[in-house]
């Protein structure tokens, strides 16, 4: 059995502290785990359905993928910063 000790985010954490936590969490295998175990594919009621409503499970129809873990850049971000390029993951 694996333990995670996560700090607390009381507001002592940077911006890039917390990036950097992201990232060894995805790292670490942590994310792909967490996400399969508390969202397993295919279990719960697609949001079609009116029993949705009265559900505890989050209906998850697609495979974890560690690239999008990063967020996608908003367009109009993109649109002011020639600089500037999409994440990979959402190109």
């Known amino acids: 059995m694996q333990f995670y000790v996560f700090p607390d985010f009381d507001g002592s954490f940077s911006k890039e502290d917390k990036t950097l936590f992201a990232q060894d969490l995805i790292r670490s295998g942590f994310m792909e785990d967490h996400i399969n175990r508390n969202y397993p594919k295919g279990v719960g009621y697609p949001n079609t359905n009116p029993l949705v409503q009265d559900a ?36």
């Open 56 to 91: 505890w499970q989050t209906n998850r129809t697609f495979d974890y993928v560690p690239a999008k873990m990063d967020m996608p850049i908003p367009t109009e971000e993109l649109l002011k910063n020639s600089l500037c390029d999409q994440n990979d993951a959402y190109k």
